[in-house]
């Protein structure tokens, strides 16, 4: 069964700064997916952006960047010039890849949350 | 806009009913997610279900159970609603590669 870890609970961040959340997770795969998710007050969950862990290079999404250690496991999103629109609980989430074989297959597994506060 | 739509955004319930959450998307996609959202506890699965009539327990499918007539709606049954599942419920969709489009979420409370 595949883990998913974020360490910090909540962070804040002066707007315009840059801020890093961290996620490690723990799989026997070597064939998988990783997403970061955002969840606004609003509460509708979006996807932020996504890595597939055959890739070397790490995602960029605007002002969204991963720092992807697939040795380490470890997989964290940096945000540059914060944003007042950017305050939500940011989840990290699982995904293993492979053929498709109905259950089990293209299920997300997440993290508990950071909740991420931009002071203006 | 491609979405999904969960039919209430909050809910309160009294102890020992039967509570149904209807999730409907328009997106043709073939995957189907309930989650269960708790602070601190982040997303648990609940049940997902691959196919129309096809479903797979999930992490925590006690007291829980659904339905899938059609492709396009996905229902969580509660049999007999009990205190302890009061709280978000959150419906998702995806094709097979992944990338899940989620619903707005379903505040229940259970009195």
């Known amino acids: 069964a595949q883990t998913v870890t974020q360490s910090q609970p909540e962070m804040s961040v002066q707007e315009a700064e840059t801020v890093t959340l961290s996620c490690t997770y723990d799989?026997?795969?070597?064939?998988?997916?990783l997403f970061w998710y955002k969840q606004p007050p609003s509460r509708q969950m979006i996807l932020v952006i996504r890595q597939e862990a055959y890739k070397q290079q790490n995602a960029t999404e605007n002002r969204f960047s991963v720092n992807f250690q697939k040795a380490a496991k470890s997989f964290s999103l940096k945000i540059s010039d914060s944003q007042l629109g950017d305050t939500a609980m940011y989840f990290c989430?699982?995904?293993?890849?492979?053929?498709?074989?109905?259950?089990?297959?293209?299920?997300?597994?997440f993290g508990k949350g950071t909740k991420l506060s931009v002071i203006p | 806009d491609v979405k999904v739509t969960q039919s209430s955004r909050y809910l309160v319930k009294r102890t020992g009913e039967k509570v149904f959450l209807e999730c409907v998307q328009d997106?043709?996609?073939?995957?189907m997610f309930w989650y269960r959202q708790d602070p601190g506890l982040g997303l648990r699965l609940i049940y997902f279900?691959?196919?129309?009539?096809?479903?797979e327990k999930g992490d925590i499918p006690e007291g829980y159970s659904v339905s899938r007539e059609k492709k396009e709606r996905f229902s969580l049954i509660l049999e007999s609603a009990s205190t302890n599942q009061t709280s978000m419920y959150l419906c998702?969709?995806?094709?097979?590669?992944?990338?899940?489009?989620f619903g707005s979420g379903t505040r229940l409370t259970v009195v």
């Open positions: 279900s691959y196919d129309v009539k096809m479903k």
């Open positions: 997106m043709d996609h073939e995957n």
């Open positions: 799989t026997s795969e070597s064939n998988y997916y």
């Open positions: 998702a969709s995806s094709l097979r590669d992944g990338g899940y489009t």
């Open positions: 989430a699982f995904m293993k890849h492979g053929s498709y074989s109905g259950a089990g297959s293209y299920q997300l597994t």
